[in-house]
């Protein structure tokens, strides 16, 4: 008996932690398109990740979840890709951040707000970025601290 509700225990915490990977992976659909190169970092993976390393603010940026990356350079695939993603992100509650366009390319950042009360807290980043000829996407899922972000950037 003692063995049985240990394993189903484990079951359950795998379960769990399947589910709420899956729910946020927002681009799977997208992945799934001829042409579309996709990278997916797992919790696992994203806890393991050094972020004052590679030169961000660790101290805004907590609970890093998971990141989830989506490329299109094949210009049959391209418009599909963009509709796909940018219907995606549509249907989030972000917020746009950031906008900037130069010279044809584009990069909108979005935030998503952890709750109503602290907008300044959130759980969810993407970034789009688009080109002649390429579009990315990234979802980033864990929990950023704009204020703490934007002080440390200024202390650097």
């Known amino acids: 008996?003692?063995?049985?509700?240990?394993?189903?225990?484990?079951?359950?915490?795998?379960?769990?932690?399947?589910?709420?990977?899956?729910?946020?992976?927002?681009?799977?659909?997208?992945?799934?398109?001829?042409?579309?190169?996709?990278?997916?970092?797992?919790?696992?993976?994203?806890?393991?990740?050094?972020?004052?390393?590679?030169?961000?603010?660790?101290?805004?940026?907590?609970?890093?979840?998971?990141?989830?990356?989506?490329?299109?350079?094949?210009?049959?695939?391209?418009?599909?890709?963009?509709?796909?993603?940018?219907?995606?992100i549509g249907n989030l509650n972000a917020e746009v951040l950031t906008e900037v366009s130069d010279n044809g390319e584009q990069v909108r950042i979005y935030g998503i707000p952890a709750s109503p009360e602290i907008p300044e807290v959130l759980s969810a980043i993407v970034i789009e970025a688009a080109e002649p000829g390429e579009y990315s996407a990234i979802h980033i899922v864990g929990t950023f601290d704009l204020e703490a972000i934007i002080a440390s950037m200024g202390a650097q």
């Open 1 to 88: 008996m003692k063995q049985f509700v240990k394993t189903l225990f484990i079951a359950l915490v795998v379960a769990t932690m399947a589910v709420s990977c899956k729910a946020q992976k927002i681009f799977s659909e997208v992945a799934s398109v001829d042409g579309v190169t996709s990278v997916y970092l797992s919790p696992a993976m994203c806890k393991m990740a050094n972020l004052g390393s590679m030169g961000l603010p660790a101290n805004g940026i907590k609970d890093l979840k998971c990141v989830e990356i989506i490329n299109c350079e094949d210009a049959q695939a391209l418009p599909k890709v963009k509709s796909m993603c940018e219907s995606t």
